[in-house]
C-alpha cells in the first residue's frame, strides 16, 4: 500500500517515512504543499499524511483542494495546534483524522490503517488473488492451497506489487522505486536477494511456480513464463 506524507520537518518526515517502510509500506514525501497537492492530484495513494502548518501551501488549502478536485484519498492530519476547535476545522475541510504532535509511531500506523480499512469498501479491494494463492491487504494475510505463509513487510510488500502486475514482467528498476523507494542502484543485489527468499516461502512445495525470471525482470503469473537467459 502505498502513503503520501506532507511534512516540511525533515525530522519527523525521516521518523514517518522510516516506521512506515518498516511496515512494509511505499511512501512518497513532499515537503511543501503545492508538491503534495501535485502529487495527491497525479498518483493514486491509499491514505495520506498532511501536516497543517506547511510552506507554499496550508495543510487546510491543500485538504479543501484535494475534495474540490474530487479526490477521496483518507487523510490524517498531524499538527501541534490540538484545540477543540482547530481538529474540528480540520475534519469539517475535509479530514478523516487528526493527531496532534508530539505522538506515539505505534498510533498514528494504527489510524492510518484504520483509515484505509473504512475506505476500502468504497475503492480499493481487500484481497488479491492470483492462481492458488490469496492475500489480504489489511490483516496481510498470504493463503496459497489453503496454507498461511507467513511473509516479512517488505516481502508482502514485494508479493503485492507482483501480483497486482500479474502476467507482465516488472523490471528490477520498477521493483525498487515502487517497493523500496529509491532509484536503482546497478550495483546492489537487494531484489536477487528478496526474490529469492519469496520464491522459497511462496513457490517452495509447490508444482506450479508462480514466479519466473525472464533476463534479470521479475515476472509473477499464474501461467508458466517462459525463461529467457
Known sequence: MRILLVEDDNKIASFIVKGFKAEGFAI????DGEMGLHLALTEPYDAAIIDLMLPKLDGLSLIDQMRREKIETPVIILSARGSVDDRVK???????????KPFAFSELLARVQALIRRSSNVSEPTKLTVADITINLITREVVRAGKTIGLQPLEFSLLEYLMRNAGRVVSKTMIMEHVWDYYFDPQTNVVESRIYKLREKIDKGFSNKLIHTVRGAVSYTHLRAHETF
Open 90 to 100: 480540520g475534519l469539517h475541510t475535509g479530514g478523516d483524522d487528526y493527531l496532534t
Open 28 to 31: 512518497d514525501r513532499a515537503a
